[in-house]
Nanobody, 115 residues
Framework: QVQLVESGGGLVQPGGSLRLSCEAS????????MSWYRQAPGKEREWVAS????????SYASSVKGRFTISRDNAKNTVYLQMSSLEPEDTAVYYC????????WGQGTQVTVSS
């Protein structure tokens, strides 16, 4: 069965960095685009970034462009989100999502940006 397991979240001070990972299993990872989403308390889940099959094409929400970088390692079945210059507004549960005709979601990892 399809599984997506996020890790790497935690508490970080404003201006700091974190790298999130999402390890995939149960499908041919290299054949699917992958994305990161986030959901802050009391808000709807929002799209953060996406990456195409080989990693050559990426896209970002305007709120994170220039600060976050999405990448993937198809040999490790893993997609990453490198987050830099973090702001309190980045506090949220971060989810990875498999694209395609049927979407799958991970369980999420909490990121808290606070001094």
């Amino acid at each position: 069965q399809v599984q997506l397991v996020e890790s790497g979240g935690g508490l970080v001070q404003p201006g700091g960095s974190l790298r999130l990972s999402c390890e995939a299993s149960g499908f041919t990872f290299q054949n699917y685009p992958m994305s990161w989403y986030r959901q802050a308390p009391g808000k709807e889940r929002e799209w953060v970034a996406s990456i195409r099959l080989t990693g050559g094409s990426t896209s970002y929400a305007s709120s994170v462009k220039g600060r976050f970088t999405i990448s993937r390692d198809n040999a490790k079945n893993t997609v990453y989100l490198q987050m830099s210059s973090l702001e309190p507004e980045d506090t949220a549960v971060y989810y990875c999502r498999r694209g395609g005709s049927v979407a799958y979601w991970g369980q999420g990892t909490q990121v808290t940006v606070s001094s």
